[in-house]
Nanobody, 117 residues
């Protein structure tokens, strides 16, 4: 069964940190471009960070310097380390796997991140 399962969300204080995990099954995630998106109610899902099959990374301007995406081939997983969290980082975070050059894209079920004092 092909699926992405996110974990690690929760409540954090402003200035705090959280690390999200995305475990892939049924695919070799190293062959996919992996990304984290986030969405708040009433708004479009937005790209937060992505990592290519070559390890190159890219970030949205709002999280650059605070978030870091990484991948672990042995665990077939992708991670999002989130530091210096702000209330505006509050959202549902989704893991995405995209097979470059195809229309194949896979989404996880999402994990909620809430940043509040």
């Amino acid at each position: 069964q092909v699926q992405l399962v996110e974990s690690g969300g929760g409540l954090a204080q402003p200035g705090g940190s959280l690390k999200l995990s995305c475990a892939a099954s049924g695919i070799d995630s190293m062959l996919y471009e992996m990304a984290w998106y986030r969405q708040v109610p009433g708004k479009q899902r937005e790209l937060v960070a992505e990592i290519g099959t070559d390890g190159d990374t890219d970030y949205s301007g709002s999280v650059k310097g605070r978030f870091a995406i990484s991948r672990d081939s042995a665990k077939n997983s992708v991670y999002l380390q989130m530091n210096s969290l702000k209330p505006e980082d509050t959202a549902a975070y989704y893991c995405n796997a995209n097979l470059r050059g195809t229309t194949l894209t896979i989404w996880g079920q999402g994990t909620q991140v809430t940043v509040s004092s």
